[in-house]
């Protein structure tokens, strides 16, 4: 009986350090990277309809709530956009007069990178050699060239959408964009930038269902140094969902729309 005691013991003993060995080593196989959409080529596919859920297009930068904008932590990283000093003047004026000035409300391009998270759905539908978003509010339409051609050799075309040429650093789509006209702003608070903006963006995927994206603005008329947002885009799966046609006129041909009525 003693015996076979000390036999169970032993295998107890035997199993426990296996066990330990097993803990410390941890599983023999790495774990496989989160699946992601791609096309035939390899390249990451983020074809679909994608919004962003933050407060971004009310402020870019940490904000308490006010009558016409939520609160929201903001998406500058560091905190606060660099203006130069005139540059933060001229950004005051503007938040004073948003109500009437932002080009949101004169029906006019949201622009690059607001188009990005304005708090409206946009469709990105992709090939090997572009990438194109089609945005729901104003139905904009921009095109992402990702053959590998360079900008225009014509400059100071100043674009509402700027020109984007794209290129993919691993599974990061990086796009350069240049060539703006300085009619846009960045968001309702009157966040602004010149014709001399230029933005790079970086799209890559957290998961299936979301994109990280970022955008690094530069504008020596306007900001002391470069700087960065970031942004989460979710994937729209709810049944059935598409875009809507979600036109906006200016006044001047508002008699020209049988449908407007009472402003609605």
């Not at 994937?235 to 449908?259: G, K, M, S, V, W």
């Amino acid at each position: 009986m003693l015996q076979v005691l000390k036999r169970s013991s032993r295998g107890l003993l035997a199993a426990a350090a296996l066990a330990t060995v097993t803990l410390t080593a941890g599983p023999i196989q790495a774990q496989d990277p989160v699946a992601i959409p791609r096309l035939a080529s390899g390249k990451p596919d983020f074809s679909g309809i994608w919004q962003t859920l933050s407060e971004a297009d009310y402020d870019l930068e940490p904000h308490a709530g006010r009558r016409d904008a939520p609160p929201g932590p903001g998406v500058v990283e560091g905190g606060a956009i660099p203006y130069l000093p005139g540059a933060q003047e001229q950004r005051a004026r503007n938040f004073e007069a948003r109500a009437k000035e932002d080009p949101r409300l004169k029906c006019w391009v949201l622009g690059v990178p607001r188009g990005v998270y304005y708090p409206a759905p946009f469709q990105i539908f992709q090939r090997d050699n572009d990438v194109t978003l089609v945005h729901q509010l104003g139905n904009q339409v921009r095109t992402i060239v990702t053959n590998g051609s360079d900008h225009p050799e014509e400059k100071q075309q100043e674009f509402w959408l700027g020109d984007s040429r794209g290129h993919w650093e691993g599974d990061t789509l990086v796009v350069d964009v240049a060539d703006f006209n300085p009619e846009t702003w960045l968001d309702r608070a009157g966040n602004y930038h010149s014709e001399e903006l230029h933005v790079v963006e970086r799209w890559r995927f957290v998961d299936p269902d979301t994109i990280a994206y970022s955008a690094t603005l530069d504008d020596p008329k306007v900001y002391s140094k470069p700087w960065t947002i970031d942004v989460l885009l979710h994937r729209r799966r709810d049944a059935n969902f598409q875009l809507i046609e979600d036109y906006c006129f200016t006044l001047q041909y508002e008699q020209y729309y049988p449908h407007h009525k009472d402003g609605q």
